[in-house]
């Protein structure tokens, strides 16, 4: 999606708009996760037993997807500032692309090491203040009150409660990767990690007096197949969309220190709101910057 959103066409604006991501996976998806072990029990057991003993998925087809729509584009090209983490695998250490580098590497996902990006973006903006790039002047390393910050989840089933402390108990190694049609062990490791960086920025904007600058945007009530990453049935995939579509209009939510959970900002509106409000400052920002630059050179 970062790739679809930031990559230039021939008139150097975005090759795709935000309005074409859904109907992009809906369109592809099928492709994208393609399940040769056909449906019901059999193909079940038949997806299962392939993922133990190599990939799930090829991934020939989202590669050619890659290509055709984004041909020979590197990094460099962006319209904006970007940061793709991934993790070495041959090194065993993250590793963050903000630049094209012509190096080689051994790189799986990179959720392994920052499965909620939001801190690596974080990251990057402070190391240009820390550099003295233009384009944050006159921000200063600790001036959160400069940062706005929105972290788009890719959706929880905290509230399906899958699993209990009483099962967990007699699994062996086995049963910690496979139970259904989920594993334990991913599904506790990716949202124990997600939830830490949200958790810790939710601590620090709020300690900054600067809570009102850190969106996080998710949905921790999903359920069945739609907490699945790979289930691109036609059905799902339109249930899918409409979740979204529901989330825009859901009350702007925040961490309660107190729980750790996510609860709705008293008068906070909806979460359109707040992406318009955000929208808003960002715009009013540029052209600040725009009629600043305009003086200077006059």
Not at 81 to 86: A, G, L, Q, R, S
Not at 178 to 189: A, E, K
Request: aromatic letters at 8%; a negative charge; proline letters at 5%.
């Amino acid at each position: 999606m970062t790739a679809m959103l930031t990559a230039p066409d021939a008139n150097n604006r975005p090759l795709f708009a935000a309005k074409d991501l859904a109907p992009f996976y809906v369109d592809n998806g099928p492709n994208i996760f393609s399940n040769k072990c056909g449906c019901g029990l059999l193909g079940s057991v038949g997806s299962t037993v392939r993922a133990l003993v190599g990939p799930k998925y090829d991934g020939k087809y989202l590669q050619q997807v890659i290509r055709d729509n984004l041909g020979h584009t590197r990094l460099h090209q962006t319209l904006t500032n970007i940061v793709i983490p991934t993790f070495d695998i041959r090194n065993m250490q993250p590793t963050i692309f903000s630049s094209y580098q012509s190096w080689d590497f051994n790189l799986i996902d990179g959720g392994v090491a920052a499965n909620n990006p939001t801190l690596v973006a974080i990251r990057e903006a402070m190391k240009q203040v820390l550099q003295n790039y233009p384009d944050f002047f006159p921000v200063q390393p600790l001036n959160y009150d400069r940062l706005l910050v929105i972290s788009l989840g890719t959706g929880a089933a905290k509230q399906e409660q899958k699993y209990t402390a009483e099962m967990a108990a007699k699994w062996g190694v086995f049963s910690w990767l496979i139970q259904g049609n989920s594993s334990p062990i991913i599904d506790v490791y990716n949202q124990s990690s997600k939830d830490m960086v949200d958790y810790f920025l939710s601590v620090v904007f709020q300690a900054l007096n600067s809570q009102d600058n850190y969106l996080r945007i998710q949905d921790e009530t999903l359920k069945g197949a739609a907490s699945s990453i790979d289930i691109t049935t036609k059905e799902n995939l339109d249930e899918l969309v409409k979740i979204g579509q529901d989330l825009l209009m859901s009350p702007a939510s925040r961490v309660n220190l107190q729980t750790g959970n996510s609860e709705p900002i008293p008068n906070g509106g909806t979460n359109q709101d707040a992406l318009i409000k955000f929208a808003k400052i960002l715009s009013d920002e540029q052209n600040l910057r725009r009629s600043t630059s305009q003086q200077q050179i006059e």
